[in-house]
Nanobody
Framework: QAQLVESGGGLVQAGDSLRLSCAAS????????LAWFRQASGKEREFVGG????????NFADSVKGRFTISRDVAKNTVYLQMNSLKPEDTAVYYC????????????????????WGQGTQVTVSS
């Protein structure tokens, strides 16, 4: 079992930055590929960005490329989503997800691939 706890959400203005954190516990952090998803009101959950188990590869949705980055800190068992130049359309509940995998170099973009989820953190961007 693993537990994921997100933090860092809030209300910001368009153009601002925000960093989300997701702390993992229960299993060795290095066992997981990690990702962030989001779900806006009335919409399906969508992939935002992911990072491979080793941290060597990342992948992002087109809508956030060039604005968001993802990183992982093995010592702190934490994955981060740095969000810059935020837009009102980034408003959503953001979820951290972890996938147990023996593969070190893959980023998984399908929500159904993930084994563990956090409770979500709200990000609201005002215009």
């Amino acid at each position: 079992q693993a537990q994921l706890v997100e933090s860092g959400g809030g209300l910001v203005q368009a153009g601002d930055s925000l960093r989300l954190s997701c702390a993992a516990s229960g299993r060795p952090f290095s066992d997981f590929a990690l990702a962030w998803f989001r779900q806006a009101s009335g919409k399906e959950r969508e992939f935002v960005g992911g990072i491979s188990r080793r941290g060597s590869k990342t992948n992002f949705a087109d809508s956030v490329k060039g604005r968001f980055t993802i990183s992982r800190d093995v010592a702190k068992n934490t994955v981060y989503l740095q969000m810059n130049s935020l837009k009102p359309e980034d408003t959503a509940v953001y979820y951290c997800a972890a996938k147990l995998t023996p593969l070190y170099g893959l980023v998984y973009t399908y929500a159904g691939s993930y084994d563990y989820w956090g409770q979500g953190t709200q990000v609201t961007v005002s215009s």
